[in-house]
C-alpha cells in the first residue's frame, strides 16, 4: 500500500491534484456533486466520501441514500464492520439477501414517537414534518390551491395523532393508512375523540366531523388516502416500523453508518418514505443525538424541500449534507428556481464529473472567468514585400463551454470557497486502501474494481484488517 495511512480528520478525500497526485481535502461543510449517468458518481464520489468518514471520527454517525438496489451497502457493509465500524441498514423493501446481519426496522413515524413519548411540547413539530412529508410543498408556490392540500393533511394530523394519544408504538403509516381506508370507521374515531381526546384531538376530530358530508370531502379524503398509498395492506412497506429494533436518534449516537436503501426501479414512487426517514433523523438531530453527515445520492429522487431549506441551520447541529445529482436543470425541476439557489449558496464545495448539457457548460464556463491572451496577425506590404508580426493582449475564457464538454473521464472540475476553480483527477473507490480490497462485488456492475491503491486512509480500530 502506497505511503503511511492519512488519518482525514473528518474531512472528504474529493480527487488528486493533477501535477503530484497529492490528496485533495475537501472542507467541511455541505457540497454539491454534478454528472451525468455514467459519470462516475458513486464510484468516485460517494464511496471514497464514504471511506473518509469511516476512517476516522467514529463518533460521528454517516447516513447514505442508496437507493441504487443498495449497491453502496452490499459493496461496503462487510468491509465497514471489519474495519470497527457499526453498520446499520435499512432495508424496509427487501431488496439485500434476508440473511443480512445488519439489517434494523425504523419507524418511520419514529421521531413523532419520540416527541410524543418524551418532549411533547415539540410534537407539532415532528408531526409537520410527517405531513409535508407525504403532501409535499410544489416546487413553485401554489398559494390558489393551498387548501386542498393542508386539509389532506388535516386529515392525515388526526390519523397520526389518534394512536400517538392512545398507544404510541403502533403509530407507524400502515396504521395510518389502516384508518384512512374505512371512512365509517374515521368518522367513528373523530366521534370518540370529539368527546374524549386532548384539546389538539377535540379540534382536529370537531373539524373532520364538520367537513363530512361537505362537497369537498370526498376529494380530501382520497387525496390523504393516496399520499399513504406506500404503506398500503399488502405493501413492503404496510408493516414498516411495526417492531422498530432502535430509534433515529439510537442510531446517530452510536455513531453508526447508516444505508438506507431502497429498490432503483421504484425509486421516484418511494420519496415520501424516504422523506419521513430524512426527516427522522434531521428531527434527532434538533434534539441533541450527536452529529451526522449525510451522503445523498440521487438526492432529487425524494421530496427533500425541507431538507433543502434547512441547510442554513443544520450545520449548527452537527449536518454536513453532500449531494450528488446528475444535473441543476434537474433541481430545478424537483425543488424550484429558489431552492437551486440554496443549495448553490449553501455548498462550499461543488464538483462536476463532465458536462452533458450546452447551456450548463455555458454558464459554468462563464462563471470561471477569463484570462489575458495574447493573439498575433502576419501581414505583408506589397510595395517592400516586408513581412509584419502584430501583437495584441485580449481577454478569452479561462475554460470554453466546448473545453468543459470534452472533459477527459479520469478528470473533474471542482469550486472551493475561498480558493475558487481548478481542475483535478478523480479518486475511485479502488485507489482508497484498505478498504479497496475488502469490498464485495457490486450488485449491479458484477466483481468489484480490481484494488489499485493511490491512497491509504486509517482505519477506527488498530490492527482491524
Not at 421 to 427: M, T
Request: charged residues 20%; contains cysteine.
Amino acid at each position: 500500500m502506497p505511503g503511511n495511512a492519512l488519518d482525514p480528520m473528518g474531512h472528504r478525500l474529493i480527487g488528486l491534484t493533477m501535477e503530484s497526485g497529492a490528496p485533495i481535502w475537501a472542507p467541511k461543510g455541505h457540497s454539491l456533486l454534478l454528472s451525468a449517468n455514467g459519470g462516475g458518481k458513486t464510484t468516485c464520489g460517494a464511496m471514497p466520501w464514504l471511506f473518509s468518514f469511516a476512517a476516522s471520527e467514529p463518533h460521528k454517525a454517516v447516513l447514505v441514500l442508496d437507493s441504487k438496489n443498495g449497491e453502496i451497502a452490499a459493496q461496503a457493509a462487510d468491509a465497514l464492520a471489519r474495519l470497527g465500524r457499526k453498520v446499520a441498514i435499512l432495508d424496509d423493501m427487501g431488496v439485500l439477501p434476508h440473511d443480512c446481519p445488519y439489517r434494523v426496522s425504523l419507524n418511520p413515524f419514529g421521531s413523532a414517537v419520540a416527541a410524543a413519548q418524551r418532549n411533547p411540547e415539540a410534537l407539532i413539530y415532528a408531526i409537520d414534518n410527517i405531513l409535508h412529508a407525504l403532501i409535499p410543498e410544489p416546487a413553485e408556490p401554489d398559494d390558489r390551491n393551498l387548501y386542498f392540500r393542508d386539509w389532506p393533511r388535516n386529515i392525515n394530523e388526526f390519523g397520526v395523532r389518534v394512536p400517538l394519544a392512545r398507544k404510541p408504538e403502533v403509530a407507524i403509516p400502515g396504521a395510518l393508512w389502516t384508518l384512512l381506508s374505512d371512512p365509517v370507521k374515521l368518522r367513528k374515531f373523530a366521534a370518540i375523540e370529539a368527546a374524549e381526546g386532548d384539546p389538539a384531538l377535540k379540534a382536529l376530530a370537531n373539524n373532520i366531523l364538520g367537513m363530512v358530508g361537505h362537497e369537498h370531502w370526498p376529494q380530501h379524503l382520497e387525496r390523504a388516502q393516496r399520499s399513504v398509498r406506500l404503506f398500503s395492506a399488502g405493501s413492503h412497506l404496510y408493516n414498516a416500523g411495526a417492531e422498530a429494533t432502535t430509534t433515529h436518534a439510537d442510531l446517530i449516537s452510536q455513531g453508526a453508518v447508516i444505508f438506507l436503501v431502497g429498490p432503483q426501479a421504484y425509486i421516484n414512487k418511494l420519496g415520501p418514505y424516504y422523506a419521513l426517514h430524512i426527516m427522522g433523523f434531521i428531527d434527532a438531530l434538533y434534539g441533541g443525538a450527536g452529529a451526522l453527515r449525510i451522503i445523498a445520492d440521487e438526492f432529487t429522487n425524494a421530496p427533500l424541500k425541507s431538507l433543502v431549506e434547512s441547510l442554513t441551520t443544520l450545520r449548527a447541529f452537527g449536518c454536513e449534507v453532500h449531494m450528488i445529482g446528475q444535473s441543476r436543470s434537474e433541481i430545478e425541476r424537483k425543488f424550484g428556481r429558489l431552492a437551486v439557489q440554496t443549495i448553490e449558496e449553501n455548498a462550499i464545495v461543488k464538483q462536476w464529473f463532465g458536462f452533458s448539457s450546452f447551456d450548463e457548460a455555458e454558464r459554468v464556463s462563464k462563471a470561471i472567468g477569463e484570462e489575458h491572451a495574447v493573439t498575433s496577425s502576419l501581414g505583408a506590404d506589397t510595395e517592400s514585400l516586408r513581412l509584419q508580426t502584430n501583437l495584441q493582449l485580449g481577454r478569452q475564457r479561462w475554460r470554453s463551454a466546448a473545453g468543459l464538454m470534452a472533459m477527459p473521464a479520469d478528470e473533474q472540475l471542482c469550486h472551493i470557497k475561498g480558493v475558487g476553480f481548478f481542475f483535478s483527477k478523480k479518486i475511485g473507490q479502488q485507489n482508497t486502501a484498505p478498504y479497496c480490497s475488502l469490498l464485495a462485488p457490486n450488485p449491479l456492475e458484477g466483481r468489484p474494481l480490481a484494488p489499485d491503491p493511490k491512497i491509504t486512509l486509517t482505519t477506527p480500530t488498530d490492527g482491524a484488517v
